[in-house]
Structure formats: structure tokens, C-alpha cells
């Protein structure tokens, strides 16, 4: 009982730490003067996939390699098949077709990692080739869409009051971040069940509660470029950066289930958005269904025991 009092107030403190982050990220972005793509682009996505990096970062400080690499696989999975599956039930998602692009770059360095995977490990060196490619991403996407934009004085806040805003949030969100870990690996060892199903379902699940609200909100408001944006930019991040930062500081040892179950599963719906995004533009309510099936399946195979688990 007391380590889920802990899990939850951990999860609290990742998701109003990332959302106080959010705002202020916006708002010191708008303060000096930074296009709107990108705002919504990098930095909404930046803010809402601090607690997996934050998680994963810690996990594999604390030698927990299973919990890191199994929560950056199982949230890009949740983003997709979970999160824009609810969100496309409560409304049609209405993305510019230019969007299936950065879906299908989405897919490549996913590829790649599973390429890292391959040998069961992924190494130092492997880590840092993820984070270089994010930081080249980064830059193409400055190069290409960065402008100065003479916003009105109303409008760019207070950049010295946002810019702590966003430390002391940061601060919330890696406090948390610890909370959610410890008390994930004691429940794991408390009721027999391996790490790498805690990582996937659990941890994963709870870090992408940032992306879901953001998401379920833009879809209300009607900002669907904002919630798939947001969704895409998030698994590139989990690719890239959570899983790179956690390899740099610890080489993760790959679980045979995520690299033949997980990974494959993640790959097919990422395939299913961009195959949707290129043809139509639209992702409907059956396009919906079937994600949420698939993570239906997800978690029926790993609870039912279906995959075949260190100690299982």
C-alpha cells in the first residue's frame, strides 16, 4: 500500500511538474521570439517526454536497464496505439498531409534502434549515435522552419519568471520521476512480476499521461496538427533521446521479449499512422479501433504471460 501511495504521488508530480513546464515552455519560447512550428513541434514534445527521459535516465543510473528501455519502447507504443487512438474516437483527426513525412522518419530511426538491438546490447557508443541523430533532426528542422517573428510585447510574458518556472517544474518532474521508479521495481519484486512488464505497461503508461491530456485536449479544441505533432515528436524523442540518454549512462542489456514482441508491434502501428497520414490526411474512428486493438493485445500478451520473460 505504501509503495502505491508513492507510485501515485510520483505520477502527480510528473504530470503537473510537466505541465507547468509546458506553459512556461511555450511562453519563453513566444518571449523571444520563436515560430509557433516549433514551439509546437520540439518543444511540446520536449515537455511532455520529460518523464520518460527523466525515468529512464534514472532507471538506468540505478542499474534498472529493463525499466528504461522497456518504458521508452512501451510509451512510444501507448502514444500511438493508446493515446491518438482515444483521441480519433472522440473526434476524426484532421492532419496536413505533409505530416506523414516526419511519421515515416519516426519509423527509420525506430528501425535503426531495432538495428542496436540486434546484438542485445545497446552500448555507450550506440546511445550516443541516437542523440546525435536527434540533435541533426534538431537542425534540420531549424534550418528549415526557424523564423524570428516580431510578436507584440503582450504577447512574449516574462522569459526570467517562465525560465524558473520551467527549472523548478523540471525539478518536480525528476522528484517524481524517482518516486514512480523505486516504487515500480519494489511492487515488481513484490508480486513476482519481472521489470521489463512493470517498464512496459505501468511506468510507460503512467509517463505518457502528459501526452494524453495534451492530446485529448487539442482534439477537443480542434487542434489536431497539435496532438499528432505532439504524438510523433514524442516517439522520436523516446527513440532517440530516452532511450540514448539511459545507454550513455548505462549500456541497457535488450529483453528478448521487447526486441521480438514489443519492437515489432511498435513498428506496425507507426506503419498503419503513416500509411493513413500519406493516403488521407485523416485518422479516423476505425483507423482508432484498430490502434486501440493492438494495445489491446499488447497488454492481453504480456499479463497472460504470452511472451516468453526472464524468469518466466
Not at 512556461?24 to 518543444?43: I, Q
Amino acid at each position: 500500500m505504501v509503495e502505491i501511495i508513492v507510485f501515485t504521488l510520483g505520477l502527480v508530480l510528473l504530470i503537473k511538474g510537466s505541465d507547468y513546464f509546458v506553459e512556461a515552455a511555450s511562453r519563453f519560447a513566444k518571449g523571444f521570439g520563436v515560430s509557433e512550428f516549433l514551439v509546437a513541434l520540439v518543444l511540446a514534445s520536449i515537455a511532455t517526454t520529460l518523464p520518460e527521459l527523466t525515468v529512464s535516465a534514472i532507471s538506468s543510473y540505478h542499474g534498472n536497464p529493463d525499466v528504461a528501455l522497456g518504458n521508452a519502447i512501451g510509451s512510444a507504443l501507448a502514444n500511438i496505439a493508446l493515446i491518438l487512438g482515444v483521441s480519433s474516437l472522440i473526434h476524426p483527426l484532421d492532419v496536413e498531409k505533409t505530416a506523414w513525412r516526419n511519421s515515416l522518419f519516426m519509423i527509420a530511426v525506430t528501425a535503426y534502434s531495432g538495428l542496436l538491438m540486434y546484438d542485445g546490447t545497446i552500448s555507450r557508443l550506440d546511445g550516443a549515435s541516437l542523440i546525435a541523430i536527434y540533435f541533426g533532426f534538431l537542425y534540420y528542422l531549424y534550418k528549415k522552419h526557424m523564423t524570428l517573428e516580431d510578436l507584440p510585447e503582450e504577447g512574449r510574458g516574462d522569459p526570467r519568471r517562465d525560465g524558473l518556472i520551467m527549472l523548478v517544474s523540471g525539478i518536480l518532474v525528476v522528484i517524481g520521476a524517482e518516486f514512480v521508479v523505486d516504487s515500480a521495481v519494489k511492487m515488481a519484486r513484490a508480486f513476482g512480476v519481472p521489470e521489463v512488464v512493470i517498464g512496459l505497461t505501468m511506468v510507460s503508461i503512467g509517463t505518457s499521461l502528459p501526452e494524453f491530456t495534451n492530446s485529448v485536449t487539442a482534439t477537443l479544441k480542434g487542434l489536431h496538427n497539435v496532438g499528432v505533432g505532439n504524438m510523433i515528436g514524442a516517439d522520436i524523442l523516446d527513440i532517440l533521446m530516452v532511450i540514448g540518454v539511459a545507454a550513455v549512462i548505462h549500456p541497457i542489456r535488450v529483453d528478448p521479449s521487447i526486441y521480438a514482441f514489443t519492437l515489432p508491434l511498435t513498428l506496425l502501428v507507426m506503419a498503419i499512422l503513416t500509411a493513413v497520414l500519406r493516403l488521407t490526411g485523416r485518422i479516423n474512428r476505425l483507423t482508432g479501433t484498430v490502434f486501440l486493438a493492438i494495445y489491446s493485445y499488447f497488454l492481453y500478451v504480456y499479463f497472460t504471460g504470452g511472451v516468453n520473460l526472464p524468469g518466466g
